[in-house]
C-alpha cells in the first residue's frame, strides 16, 4: 500500500500566491533601445532648441515692451491689444489668407495634372527629365528666383511685357497694380514650389495598384470620369499631405512678397511674416512682432487641425 499525498486545499479567503516577480528585458534588448535612444537625440534635442524653446519663447517675450536697448517691460496683454487695432496688421492677415487660397489651390492644381501628364504613357529617360526639370526650381533660392522675376515682369523692360508685344497687347503693370502684384506674387510662389506636390503625387499614382484602373475601364470610366471616380479618392492621403504642407508653408510666404513687391502697392502683398520682419527688425518692437508671431501660430494650427478633422470625411485609406 502506498502512500500518497494529497496536496492542502486552501481555505477561501486566504491570500493568493504572491505574483512571480516580473523579469528584467534581457540585455539586447536594452542594448537596442539605448541604441535608437541614441539615434533619436540629435532630433529630439533639435526639435527642442530650434522649435519648442523659440515658441516659449515668443509667447514669453509677446508679453514685454522691448526694444534690445532698454530693458524688458511687462506689458501683459498690451501688445495683443495694439496688435488688433492696428490696420497694417489686420490688412496683412487678410493678404495672406488670400494668397493661402489662391497659391495652394493653383499649386495643387498644377502639380496634379502634370503627374497626372508624367505618370502617362512616355519613355522612362523623358519621364526622368520631366521630374528633374520640375523639381528644380525647389532647391533653388527664393529670394534669387524672386531678383530674377522682379526683371521679367518689369512693366517697362521685362521680357513677359515685351513677349506680349508681340500679340498686341499692352504693357502690363505686374508689380505696380494691386490686383496685378498678387496675381504676380501667386505665379511666382507657386513655380518654385509645385515640385514639392509634383513629387508627392507621382508617387501617390505610382502605388495605386493598376488592377484598379483595369477594373475601372472594364466598367467604362475612361477619361475625366476615371479621374474623379477613381484616381483622386486613392490619392486623398497624398492629397492630404500636400495640401497640409502646402497652406503651413504659404502661410508663412515672405520671401517673393517682400523681393517683389516689398508689400506694395500700398499694403497691397503685405504678409504677416512680412509685418513680424518689420516691426522686430526695422521698428525694434519686439513684443508685438512676439504678439503677431503667436497669432500666426494659432492660425496655422486652427487651419491644420480643421483639415485633419475634415480628413475624416473626405480621405479614404486602402
Known amino acids: 500500500m502506498t502512500n500518497t499525498q494529497i496536496p492542502p486545499v486552501r481555505a477561501s479567503g486566504s491570500a493568493a500566491p504572491p505574483a512571480p516577480a516580473p523579469q528584467r528585458p534581457p540585455a539586447r534588448d536594452r542594448g537596442t533601445r539605448l541604441l535608437a535612444t541614441l539615434f533619436l ?16 519663447g515668443s509667447v514669453v517675450l509677446s ?20 496688435v488688433f487695432g ?28 502634370l ?22 526650381p525647389l532647391v533653388l533660392s527664393a529670394a534669387s528666383i524672386s531678383v530674377v522675376m522682379k526683371y521679367l515682369f ?5 521680357v513677359v511685357n515685351w513677349l506680349l508685344g508681340f500679340v498686341g497687347i499692352a504693357p502690363v503693370p505686374w508689380l505696380t497694380s494691386e490686383n496685378a502684384a498678387m496675381a504676380t506674387v501667386v505665379l511666382v510662389y507657386v513655380w518654385q514650389q509645385f515640385g514639392f ?55 508663412q510666404v515672405f520671401e517673393q512678397p517682400y523681393v517683389l513687391t516689398n508689400g506694395g502697392p500700398g499694403d497691397s502683398t503685405r504678409t504677416v511674416v512680412m509685418v513680424i520682419y518689420e516691426s522686430a527688425f ?34 479614404h485609406y486602402q
Open 41 to 56: 537625440a540629435p532630433t529630439i534635442v533639435g526639435i527642442v532648441v530650434f522649435t519648442v524653446v523659440p515658441i516659449v
Open 63 to 82: 508679453l514685454f515692451h522691448w526694444n534690445v536697448i532698454d530693458p524688458p517691460r511687462y506689458a501683459g496683454l498690451a501688445n495683443y491689444g495694439e
Open 86 to 113: 492696428d490696420e497694417t496688421v489686420l490688412v496683412s492677415f487678410r493678404n495672406t489668407l488670400v494668397f493661402m487660397v489662391l497659391a495652394v489651390a493653383l499649386q495643387l492644381l498644377v502639380a496634379l495634372v
Open 115 to 136: 503627374a497626372l501628364a508624367v505618370n502617362g504613357r512616355m519613355p522612362v529617360w523623358l519621364r526622368s527629365v520631366f521630374r528633374s526639370a520640375f523639381f528644380f
Open 154 to 158: 518689369n512693366q517697362d523692360f521685362g
Open 197 to 251: 506636390s509634383f513629387l508627392l503625387f507621382v508617387g501617390g499614382l505610382n502605388n495605386i495598384p493598376k488592377e484598379v484602373h483595369e477594373a475601372a475601364a472594364l466598367d467604362g470610366a475612361t477619361g475625366l470620369r476615371k479621374h474623379l471616380s477613381v484616381t483622386l479618392p486613392l490619392l486623398s492621403p497624398t492629397l492630404l499631405v500636400a495640401s497640409v504642407v502646402g497652406i503651413i508653408n504659404a502661410l
Open 282 to 315: 526695422e521698428q525694434l518692437r519686439f513684443g508685438e512682432a512676439s504678439a503677431v508671431g503667436v497669432l500666426l501660430f494659432v492660425l496655422i494650427m486652427a487651419v491644420t487641425a480643421l483639415q485633419f478633422r475634415l480628413s475624416r470625411r473626405f480621405v
